[in-house]
C-alpha cells in the first residue's frame, strides 16, 4: 500500500494545496492530509476550521483523510505506516527549502519525498497572500477551495 502524509499548516487550504492533492491521488492509495499543529504560531484559522474546509473540499475521496498533529512529520509517519511525504513545489526557493527538509528527513527516518510542481495557474497563491487578501477585505474567492468561506 501506498500511503502518502501531505503536510503543512493550511491557513487556509488553498487551490494551490488543492491541486497538489487531487494530482497526487493516481500516485499513491492513499494520501492523508496532515494539519500541523505548532503552539508557537498564530493562525488566523482555528484548527476546527482549518480542519473543516479540508474535509468539506474532499468529501467525495475515499482515498483521501484529514488528521491533526504535533511533533516531528517522521514520526507521524511512522506512527501510520506511511512511505511517502507529498510536497508541492511553486517556485526556487520552495525546492530549497523542501529539498533540505526533505534530505533529514530521509537521513533521520529512510521516508522519501515526493514533489509535484504545482500547476502555473496557481503557482502564485500562498496560504500567507490568501490571509494577507482576507484582512484587507480583498476578493479571495478565486484562490482557495469553495469550502472556505468567511464573512468579511
Known amino acids: ?25 493516481p500516485l499513491f492509495d492513499e494520501i492523508v492530509i496532515a494539519i500541523g499543529v505548532n503552539a508557537e504560531k498564530k493562525y488566523m484559522f482555528s484548527l476546527e476550521e482549518r480542519k473543516r474546509f479540508i474535509e468539506e473540499t474532499f468529501k467525495n475521496e475515499p482515498k483521501i483523510s484529514v488528521i491533526t498533529y504535533e511533533g516531528l512529520t517522521i514520526d507521524l509517519a511512522k506512527k501510520l505506516k506511511a512511505n511517502f511525504i507529498l510536497r508541492g513545489l511553486r517556485n526556487p526557493a520552495d525546492f530549497e527549502f523542501e529539498k533540505a527538509i526533505a534530505h ?34 480583498g476578493e479571495y474567492e478565486m484562490l482557495v ?8
Do not use: C, Q, Y
Request: glycine letters at 6%; a positive charge.
Open 145 to 152: 477551495p469553495n469550502a472556505v468561506r468567511v464573512k468579511k
Open 104 to 137: 533529514t528527513n530521509r537521513k533521520l527516518s529512510k521516508i522519501e519525498t515526493v514533489f509535484l510542481l504545482t500547476a502555473a495557474s496557481t503557482s502564485f497563491i500562498s496560504s500567507s497572500i490568501v490571509r494577507d487578501v482576507l484582512r484587507h477585505g
Open 1 to 25: 500500500m501506498r500511503k502518502a502524509i501531505f503536510p503543512g499548516s493550511f491557513d487556509p487550504i488553498t487551490l494551490g494545496h488543492e491541486d497538489i492533492i487531487k494530482r497526487g491521488l
